[in-house]
């Protein structure tokens, strides 16, 4: 089995940051990509943030010169640094882990944490 254990989120003033962890565990060999996603009420779930485990990153227009991804493979955890943090950053931000390869030999395509709130006031 594979856990997502997502932290940081919490309720922060238009312009402040805020720090998202995600550390991965279980039985497994290896992720290949991790990843945030978030979800404001009323619209879809969308990719805020994703890096792969060589360290290739991508980030949605509407986050990039403001939010940094980084992770730590031999922690399995990935990281969200948030800067200049606006009010239509206001989400449920889930953690994303992509093509894991599990001890028992198989391949889990997408797993998700149970989300962070982050809530940006104005």
Known sequence: QVQLVESGGGL???????RLSCAASGSFFSINAMGWYRQ?????RELVAAITSG???NYADSVKG??????NNARNTVYLQM???KPEDTAVYFCNANDITV???GLIRNYWGRGTQVTVSS
């Open 55 to 57: 360290g290739t990153t």
């Open 103 to 105: 001890i028992t030999g």
């Open 66 to 71: 403001r939010f940094t991804i980084s992770r």
């Open 12 to 18: 922060v003033q238009t312009g402040g940051s805020l």
């Open 40 to 44: 404001a009420p009323g619209k879809q």
């Open 83 to 85: 800067n200049s943090l």
